[in-house]
């Protein structure tokens, strides 16, 4: 049986091919070119998708006698994965290019070339697991919840998650690291990826000024009640739950509320007005397999590092999910993911919609 691995130059998918191979799988290694753009100064140690990358994917490839391809992916990656992210900013939203990415670029092209190249199977190096319950798949977190990628996964179907592989979902970082050691791996301390591929250093309102030529301009800070009380340096720079870099100065700590696109204004308070109950979240996938015709006791889980919480998910007519916690949480963030959970498996998720919700 053929198995196509996504290789993306890091120690996780290089052991990943490594452990598919030793299952007995005829192994092809491919690294996928999503983004170059000349305008953004990269640094290599921080992002992925670079030429270090695809040597190191390379290199263990070749350590393994498996064939091994770089596919140019690069074409829709500016319409599907950065222009969304450019408007969600601009709409007051903070987006989560990761998933989309994951959704409209990599799984897609992967299983349509897998499909091309014969091969049953698609292997990645995420943590997470997937096992087979009563005729359904269920994705699952990785038993080292530290480093558990089940959050980011959660727009695959039944369909895929049959033919997917996640050979280092059982493992905890420095057992994939000791096994990349042993045999040798190039990359066998190589650092993390931490940045979005085309926000070097964080510094997302520089790019977006960069790919789009504008200059977003100041406006108002403002109270809940309407009180100006200075300007900001353009709403694109602005999320919900910062501190940072507001510079106000004010009688107590003030935090954004809310990024008003239609009046370019951001609205301040106290933490304790970050927290509520409520949220709708939108375009919606069941990943189990089954959606609910009833409301569901389960837990949800905000943005990736947050810890998932006891709450109520209820479907709604048009198909979108409204989630009420059992306790508030703090910031909840109109374009992060909510993703339900129930135990250690993962339900579905969607998009946070804002209060009103505007087209992208």
């Known amino acids: 049986m053929k198995a196509l691995i996504a ?19 005829e192994c092809i ?17 921080r992002t992925c998708c670079t030429l270090d990358d695809v040597e190191d994917a390379r290199s263990v490839a070749r350590k393994l006698g498996m064939r091994y391809y770089v596919f140019n992916f690069k074409d829709g990656f500016r319409e599907k994965i950065i222009d969304p992210f450019i408007c969600s900013y601009e709409n007051g939203l903070t987006p989560n290019p990761c998933i989309d990415c994951n959704r409209y670029m990599k799984f897609d092209r992967l ?10 199977k698609i292997v990645t190096g995420h943590y997470a697991r997937i096992v087979e319950r009563d005729g359904r798949f269920a994705l699952l977190k990785a038993p080292d919840e530290s480093k558990d990628q089940s959050y980011v996964l959660y727009s695959l179907n039944q369909e895929r998650l049959a033919k997917l592989l ?10 994939t690291r000791r096994i990349a050691r042993e045999n040798g791996f190039i990359n066998s301390q190589k650092p993390d990826s931490q940045d979005i591929c085309f926000v070097p250093d964080g510094d997302y309102a520089k790019v977006i000024e960069t790919l789009t030529g504008k200059e977003y301009p100041e406006g108002d800070f403002v109270l809940k009640d ?13 999320t919900r739950g910062q501190r940072r870099g507001l510079g106000i100065a004010y009688s107590e700590p003030l935090y954004v509320l809310r990024v008003d696109a239609a009046e370019n204004r951001v609205v301040l308070g106290s933490n304790s ?10 375009d919606f996938i069941w990943t189990c397999g089954i959606v609910p015709e009833k409301p569901i006791n389960c837990k949800a889980k905000i943005r990736y590092k947050h810890k998932e919480q006891p709450c109520t998910a209820s479907v709604l007519p048009n198909g979108d999910v409204s989630v009420v916690f059992d306790e508030p949480q703090r910031a909840i963030t109109p374009g992060q993911a909510c993703v339900l959970y129930r135990d250690d498996e993962v339900l579905g998720g969607g998009t946070i919609l804002p209060d009103q919700n505007r087209d992208c």
């Open 111 to 120: 299983f349509e070339r897998a499909e091309i190249l014969g091969c049953e």
């Open 166 to 175: 996640l050979p280092i979902g059982e493992l905890t970082k420095a057992e």
């Open 29 to 45: 290694g491919c690294t996928m070119k999503l983004y170059d753009d000349p305008e953004i100064v990269r640094d290599a140690s």
């Open 226 to 238: 309407g009180t100006p009380l200075g300007k900001h340096r353009g709403i694109i720079r602005y």
């Open 273 to 282: 007005d970050l927290f509520s109950k409520n949220l709708t979240a939108g």
């Open 7 to 25: 290789m993306s130059g890091g120690v996780d998918s290089s052991v990943a091919a490594y452990l598919t191979q030793q299952a007995g799988y």
